[in-house]
């Protein structure tokens, strides 16, 4: 019998209030202190507060209500799409199963959809998923087209064939099928192999590539598969990493560093594997990894070399590593070289110049926090040009005054003032990725500062210009004389251009 806050939660949703529905949608489904669980009442209750606004509900809706219950109920199709699309596997399988065993029509978008869920699904290792999938695929296999071929014994046949059918199996398979198709044969070939890389090196065993690739395959589906309780399954899975480790797999290497490390590649550290971190063998596998391209290996290795717990805690090497996983392009290296940079460069006035570098790089890839900082090294100063945005048109001055033109169009496109415009040395400022705006030897009341360089515009107007300036002296003893004569030429052809005249 329901107890008093019960009934009023009770009474409440039989009202419409929609959070008293949520709440006893959540009672039904896991149990209350009184009230039996009951899934069809749950769906019930979730399904009103779902129709009212309750994000909640649906995502309750996908990840706990199966289709045996969903079926039963019109209209709960849109639930578990949405649940999808937010990220629920659980609801991905639901949707598929109201789409691909309805037997109506269903629309050629939301059956696309929902093969993808099941797809992924059966990635994830539900059972109903790699059942049903496998059940699509024998359907809608057109006549006389090709299923993936059962693999054979990597050193049977031509090699070259054997490669092309393991590629197509882990392409086109989901991971549960692909294990059953290739698991046989990597516990074949390990049968009589070495158990770990130490024995393997030691009694000089060589696999070929095919086996090397096999077991790197296996290795990796197993461990987006698996129980991590598995203790067994883990254990083959980590033979299996080394031997194709061994055999030259960086991807495999990369995963056998990272297992010794007990760390994952952003350097966050992991509860399972070994009972202590071997960083010594970590440090050897991911070097393999990292110098056969793999950033994330470099990267790893930045966060080893500054564990403190490590015996040979370099922060130099530290940065070495985080510095070629930069120039690999890995935006997290990119991010903390950027911001490594900026925070030393009081011991060198050049190093915001890399900081920018940096920061452009892994901002380009989408890391909203070095945007932030490029807005703190770099700030967009539009109102600094506003001298320059009433004059003419730079086009109609390029004959007559072709260096000052230029500069007027350099302060236009990157925001500078007066006196930088004037002033600046382009070729010396030109920095590739920025302008460094320096004219403190010329002008005493400025700053130094960076301004990006953003756009293709910007930098084919960059490059043009700057090969304008490269036979010109830009200093104040060249052809353009100091700030006061190329301030008075300006206010001059400025004047004359007011009162319509032709500058000579």
Same mark, same amino acid.
């Given at each position: ?280 063998? +970590?440090?050897? /596998? &991911?070097? #393999?990894?990292?110098? $056969? =391209?793999?950033?994330? !290996?470099?990267?790893? *290795?930045? %966060? @080893? ?49 890399? +900081?920018?570098? /940096? &920061?452009? #790089?892994?901002?380009? $890839? =989408?890391?909203?926090? !070095?945007?932030?900082? *490029?807005? %703190? @090294? ?49 070729? +010396? ?19 130094? %500062? ?55």
């Amino acid at each position: 019998m329901a107890n008093r806050e019960e009934l009023g939660m009770i009474r409440g949703a039989r009202a419409g209030d929609a959070e008293c529905q949520l709440a006893l949608g959540k009672l039904y489904l896991f149990g209350g202190a009184s009230l039996p669980q009951s899934q069809p009442t749950a769906l019930h209750w979730l399904n009103r507060a779902a129709l009212q606004g309750r994000d909640e509900a649906w995502r309750l809706i996908g990840r706990h209500v199966g289709f045996e219950h969903a079926r039963q109920n019109p209209g709960m199709l849109p639930w578990y799409e949405r649940a999808w699309d937010a990220g629920v596997t659980q609801a991905g399988l639901v949707l598929a199963q109201l789409v691909l065993l309805a037997p109506e029509a269903v629309s050629a978008p939301l059956r696309a959809k929902a093969m993808q869920a099941l797809e992924t699904a059966a990635r994830a290792g539900l059972p109903d998923a790699v059942r049903l999938l496998g059940q699509q695929r024998r359907q809608v296999r057109p006549a006389g087209s090709a299923a993936v071929p059962p693999l054979a014994p990597p050193d049977c046949g031509d090699a070259g064939s054997h490669r092309t059918a393991l590629t197509q199996a882990w392409e086109k398979l989901p991971r549960p099928l692909f294990l059953a198709q290739a698991l046989p044969l990597a516990r074949q070939l390990v049968h009589d192999a070495p158990q770990d890389a130490e024995a393997a090196r030691a009694c000089g065993w060589q696999p070929t590539p095919d086996q090397v690739l096999l077991l790197a395959r296996c290795a990796q589906a197993m461990a987006e598969t698996d129980d991590p309780g598995d203790q067994a399954r883990q254990a083959e899975r980590q033979r299996y990493c080394e031997l194709a480790a061994f055999g030259g797999d960086r991807a495999a290497q990369l995963a056998l560093g990272l297992w010794f490390a007990r760390m994952t590649c952003d350097g966050v550290r992991v509860s399972d594997g070994i009972a202590a971190a071997n960083f010594k063998r +970590a440090i050897r /596998w &991911l070097t #393999q990894a990292g110098e $056969q =391209g793999l950033a994330d !290996a470099w990267f790893a *290795l930045s %966060r @080893i070399y500054i564990k403190p717990e490590f015996s040979q805690r370099s922060v130099a090497e530290a940065q070495a590593c985080l510095e070629r996983a930069a120039g690999m392009g890995h935006s997290g290296a990119q991010l903390e070289c950027g911001i490594h940079a900026w925070r030393a460069r009081r011991g060198d006035e050049q190093n915001d110049v890399r +900081a920018a570098y /940096w &920061l452009q #790089q892994a901002a380009a $890839q =989408g890391a909203k926090e !070095a945007e932030a900082a *490029l807005l %703190r @090294i770099a700030p967009d100063t539009p109102d600094a040009a506003a001298w320059a945005a009433g004059l003419p048109e730079v086009r109609e001055w390029q004959h007559s005054q072709p260096l000052l033109s230029a500069r007027i169009e350099l302060a236009q496109l990157f925001g500078l003032t007066r006196a930088e415009a004037l002033l600046l040395d382009v070729c +010396a400022a030109d920095q590739g990725h920025c302008l460094v705006v320096d004219i403190r030897a010329s002008y005493g009341r400025s700053k130094r %500062r960076l301004v990006l360089v953003r756009t293709a515009q910007q930098r084919q107007a960059l490059d043009r210009i700057a090969r304008l300036f490269e036979a010109v002296d830009c200093s104040v003893d060249g052809p353009e004389g100091n700030y006061r004569q190329r301030l008075y030429r300006l206010k001059t052809w400025q004047a004359a251009e007011d009162d319509g005249l032709a500058v000579a």
